[in-house]
């Protein structure tokens, strides 16, 4: 594969994001390429974007994000939910990804403070396979992230909140 794809780059806080070029490269077994659709600006890109929040720099911010599946790794045969997945689905995934025991994924029922754990959307760009967030035309799904196909009676604009700003309300809502 000797393609390339775009990426807005936050460089440093309030200063106007580049459009920057990396290639692109197959996926491992175990990985996910997706050409990105649609991305929200969630509040904390903001505060990052402000300065208020430590974020690497130079990255790609967004991580509510949906796509297309252009690549699939071999060991990737099913969704969350058991639905096979297929090169052209139209997917979404979870912002954080853990790969391995976490305790606090099987005790504390909360994978997203699992100890090692990292977040679309928080990482530096310049390392491989340099698409990692949601702000670009691609991004690598890594091993032990969520996916879930998106029915087609979803809009993307539905679609794309659904995995930072929906799930937080329910979480703050939803009895314990
Ligand atoms: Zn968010």
Redesign the pocket.
């Known amino acids: 594969m000797k393609r390339k794809g775009l990426a807005a780059v936050y460089d440093k806080p309030n200063t106007p994001f580049r459009i920057r070029e990396y290639p692109l490269r197959d996926v491992k077994d175990d990985e996910v390429l997706v050409r990105v659709t649609m991305s929200t600006i969630?509040?904390?890109d903001i505060h990052s974007y402000q300065g208020h929040r430590p974020n690497p720099c130079p990255g790609i911010l967004g991580?509510?994000i949906i796509g297309i599946v252009d690549q699939l790794g071999n060991e990737i045969k099913t969704d969350l939910r058991g639905d096979k997945l297929s090169v052209g689905d139209r997917i979404t995934w979870t912002?954080y990804f853990h790969h391995g025991y976490s305790y606090y994924r099987e005790i504390k029922d909360m994978p997203q403070k699992s100890k090692g754990g990292r977040k679309y959307g928080h990482d530096l760009v310049e390392e491989d396979p340099h698409f990692n967030g949601g702000f670009a035309e691609y991004c690598y799904i890594y091993p032990g992230t969520g996916i879930l196909k998106l029915p087609d009676s979803i809009s993307d604009e539905e679609a794309t909140p659904l995995n930072?700003?929906v799930a937080t309300m329910i979480a703050v809502t939803e009895e314990w």
Do not use: I, L, P, V
Request: charged content about 40%.
């Open positions: 969630c509040r904390s991580h509510e912002e930072c700003g």
